[in-house]
């Protein structure tokens, strides 16, 4: 009898903590699963999020979301994430920056390139709403990113005032990191033969 019921205990302890996992998501794709496991599906939770205010999560694209076939910007899971009353994200959001690195890399060969623009999936959806953050035309910063994914020699105040832009602190080590990359640029490009990856890194500008 003894054993039955703790044997019970140990499986309302594990429904309790299925119950609340979606307080605390562990990665992407387990924030949108464990929210439709909430709400009774991916159909209530797209009409739940729609109904919030949230536009553009149709029950497809949380399903690829889901299954870990899209990694959308971050801002985009932390509205879903604040809409979702999601309590913990910071694994959840560790594992988007490693999910969306590898998603950027595959498309553009800079590091540097690939580096400014997980800083700017943060904060913006594209590079459209980005722009008004920088106080000038989307068109020049779709060209000074055209320039850094060629590792072409640019002043480094063209970097700077994007990752600014971002809110990055001052003081966080991704400034290192994004000077560091930025001074090496020229010696990347002179080891790396010519390729066709860069006219179409330009082309997928978005």
């Known amino acids: 009898g003894q054993h039955r019921v703790e044997a019970l205990l140990q499986q309302r302890t594990q429904r309790d903590a299925e119950r609340a996992a979606w307080q605390s998501p562990p990665t992407v794709p387990a924030l949108i699963t464990l929210l439709a496991r909430r709400e009774g599906g991916l159909i209530p939770l797209s009409r739940y999020l729609k109904k919030a205010g949230l536009k553009g999560l149709w029950t497809a694209r949380l399903r690829a979301i889901g299954h870990g076939e899209e990694v959308p910007p971050w801002c985009v899971l932390d509205e879903i ?3 979702g009353e999601v309590a913990e994200l910071a694994d959840a959001h560790h594992d988007w920056r490693k999910r969306y690195r590898e998603q950027l890399a595959s498309r553009y060969p800079s590091p540097l390139g690939v580096e400014l623009r997980l800083l700017i999936g943060e904060v913006a959806e594209s590079l459209r709403d980005f722009s008004p953050r920088l106080g000038f035309n989307y068109s020049v910063l779709v060209r000074d990113l055209q ?9 480094w105040f ?16 991704r400034w290192r990191e994004i000077h ?3 001074r090496t640029a020229s010696d990347r490009k002179k080891q790396a033969p010519p390729s066709r990856r ?3 890194s330009a082309a997928r500008q978005v």
Do not use: M, S, Y
């Not at 320039?147 to 002043?155: F, P, S, W, Y």
């Open 147 to 155: 320039k850094i994914d060629r590792d072409d020699c640019v002043k």
């Open 180 to 182: 560091a990359l930025w």
């Open 198 to 200: 860069w006219a179409a």
């Open 158 to 173: 063209h970097v700077e005032r994007i990752a600014r832009a971002t809110g990055l602190p001052p003081d966080d080590e």
């Open 81 to 83: 994430a604040r809409v």
